[in-house]
Nanobody, 127 residues
Framework: QVQLVESGGGSVQAGGSLRLSCAAS????????MGWFRQAPGKEREGVAT????????AYADSVKGRFTISRDNAKNTVNLQMNSLKPEDTAIYYC????????????????????WGQGTQVTVSS
């Protein structure tokens, strides 16, 4: 079992920044990928950013490239998402996810490999 707890959501004006954190606990030894996903009202969930916990290789959605940065702190078992230059279209509930014992060549698109999810944190960007 892996527990994920997100923090850092909130409201900000367009152009501002927020930093999301995800603290993982439990049996984290076999986590291959950590990712951030988001879901806006009336829209499907989409992958935002992922990180391979072994290689630190990252992947980003085209819509956030150059603005968002995913990073991890192995000592603290946390994954962070630094979000800069936020836009109103970034408004969504953001979920942290962990792929435990699951491998994929496309961690951003294949959300089904993520078998543990956080409760979500709201991010609201006003124009």
């Amino acid at each position: 079992q892996v527990q994920l707890v997100e923090s850092g959501g909130g409201s900000v004006q367009a152009g501002g920044s927020l930093r999301l954190s995800c603290a993982a606990s439990g049996y984290t030894y076999n986590v291959y990928f950590m990712g951030w996903f988001r879901q806006a009202p009336g829209k499907e969930r989409e992958g935002v950013a992922t990180i391979n916990t072994r290689s630190s290789i990252t992947a980003y959605a085209d819509s956030v490239k150059g603005r968002f940065t995913i990073s991890r702190d192995n000592a603290k078992n946390t994954v962070n998402l630094q979000m800069n230059s936020l836009k109103p279209e970034d408004t969504a509930i953001y979920y942290c996810a962990a792929a435990v014992g699951q491998w994929t060549r496309n961690p951003l698109a294949e959300s089904h490999v993520y078998n543990y999810w956080g409760q979500g944190t709201q991010v609201t960007v006003s124009s």
